[in-house]
């Protein structure tokens, strides 16, 4: 079997967060609203109706292109591409496509890898169609929502690049505030375009393009399977057709949809109705200032602390991270230092591992949704852990406790003492409970067991001074003052 190289590049199409839709005043938002619910006469192609610009969709889409390490185009003009199909009432889709808002930038790969963006502009969307055993359905809701299209240059070559680049655009385009990143609900949606070449062949291969892929693991699977159909009929003497191509997740395979030989003429011209987007140096400084603190630099900065692979599970859950950095922050207030010293990393990484093992457990991920625990209730959870006044399992209980409504307002003390998990320290409390036990006729065989050698009873006789405290002592403390009494 001859060896290929896969060349990948990627268009992805970002909705917007805006209120209303790019050139009409109704909402945006249709994901749970009726079909046809969300439009206007604008939407639907009324003859005589007139698109205004909505000015907050060219903020963020400066705001994403600054996300995307870019160059903005201080003047962005709009173009007609017409094309017939049911969804696009007016029978012509406006877009971007001579002098887009966004010039060329690049997205930094987990690896260090940088993918080249050739370009992003704005668009309109189209409705969506839904076939049906003879006959279709056409919802217009998303008609006319504000769209960043991103594309990148062919920088990619294995289906794993592919994913770890979509995810990364993806958290780009969160962190910066772009979109509400709703994969499920199509607020990124990845047009991937695949070809292979016999590895040093100076030529590309005849290339693909999978529409419509909604998770990053798609796209994986996707490229995975192209490039293996592929590389079977070149192996085979048979030729790729360039065509477009549909993902079908259940069964893991793509299939033909329409042939792409011939470059279709979309007639393009400049909008009439739309006058030029020009902006200022200011305004584009104004959108810098509200990006807030990129997915890259926090990858940065928790690499400090907190091993690469929990790092990569945070990434994708900016309110954790942001309560990551309010924490340090918290932390060097309270120690009145600048930057982190060897013993704060170490708080921040045991906040980091309770929100990896603890809140993202299956069984825990349902807290997401409700309010975030205060800075100071978690630097009071780590300092009460370091001054073994909670154990482990207690310091669990105690974090997942910051989630109850009830319990959210409370000190992180108060909620301790509420559960009961406040270990005991006062070693001379400890050393009567000790006493008691090492007293009682059931304890005196492991006790002479223990003096001949045998270690290992040392945690029966642990357990039951355990039990006699309630479970609130604290169980190094008790090893210590039994061992010394036992020699």
């Known amino acids: 079997m001859t060896k290929y190289l896969p060349t990948i590049g990627i268009e992805c199409h970002v909705q917007l967060c805006t209120k209303t839709k790019l050139f009409s005043e109704v909402d945006n938002d249709a994901r749970l609203k009726e079909p046809n619910s969300c439009v206007s006469p604008v939407d639907y192609g009324l003859p005589g109706m007139l698109p205004r610009l909505n000015h907050q969709a060219v903020k963020l889409a400066v705001r994403a292109g600054l996300a995307l390490n870019a160059e903005i185009n201080l003047e962005s003009r709009f173009d007609r591409k017409h094309y017939y199909y049911p969804d696009l009432p007016k029978g012509y889709q406006i877009t971007q496509m001579f002098h887009p808002i966004i010039g060329a930038g690049y997205v930094e790969l ?127 003497g048979e030729k790729v057709v360039q065509e477009t191509r549909g993902w079908n997740d259940a069964t893991g395979e793509t299939t033909a949809q329409r042939s792409k030989e011939e470059a279709q003429d979309y007639r393009y011209m400049p909008e009439p109705d739309i006058p030029p987007i020009r902006l200022s140096e200011t305004d584009v400084a104004e959108q810098r200032q509200l990006m807030g603190v990129q997915p890259a630099a926090v990858r940065q900065m928790l690499q400090e602390f907190v091993p690469t692979d929990i790092v990569e599970v945070l990434l994708d859950y900016k309110a954790l991270v942001e309560k990551l950095l309010e924490l340090k922050q918290c932390l060097c207030g309270r120690a009145k230092v600048e930057e982190l010293t060897s013993e704060l990393k170490g708080q921040l990484k045991k906040v980091a591992n309770l929100f990896a093992s603890v809140l993202l457990a299956e069984e825990n991920t349902s807290l997401l949704n409700d309010e975030m625990p205060s800075s100071d209730q978690l630097a009071d959870l780590v300092e009460m852990n370091e001054q073994k006044l909670l154990s482990s399992t207690g310091t669990k209980e105690v974090f ?39 007293a009682k006729p059931e304890t005196q065989k492991a006790q002479a067991e223990y003096k001949a050698g045998q270690e290992k009873v040392l945690g029966f006789l642990v357990g039951q001074v355990m039990k006699a405290s309630q479970g609130k002592a604290n169980p190094s403390a008790v090893q210590e003052i039994l061992r010394q009494k036992l020699q």
Request: charged share 30%; net charge negative.
């Open 400 to 438: 997942l406790k910051f989630y109850d409504p009830e319990m959210h307002y409370k000190t992180t003390e108060a909620i301790a003492k509420e559960l009961g998990v406040v270990q005991e320290n006062d070693l001379g409390a400890l050393e009567a409970i000790v006493d008691a036990v090492l």
């Open 110 to 236: 987990p690896s260090g890898q940088q993918v080249r963006i050739e370009h992003a502009h704005l668009e309109e969307d189209a409705g969506k169609q839904t076939h049906e055993a003879g006959y279709s359905l056409v919802d217009l809701n998303r008609a006319g929502t504000p769209l960043v299209e991103i594309v990148s240059m062919p920088d990619m070559h294995s289906a794993a690049e592919a994913r770890d680049y979509t995810k990364e655009l993806w958290r780009a385009m969160t962190y910066a505030g772009v979109t509400y990143g709703d994969l499920y609900n199509g607020n990124m949606r990845f047009d991937v375009n695949i070809s292979i070449a016999p590895e040093g062949s100076e030529q590309l291969g005849t290339r693909t393009e999978v529409k419509n892929l909604n998770s990053f693991r798609s796209v994986e699977r996707a490229v995975d399977y192209e490039v293996k159909r592929q590389a079977k009929l070149l192996d085979k």
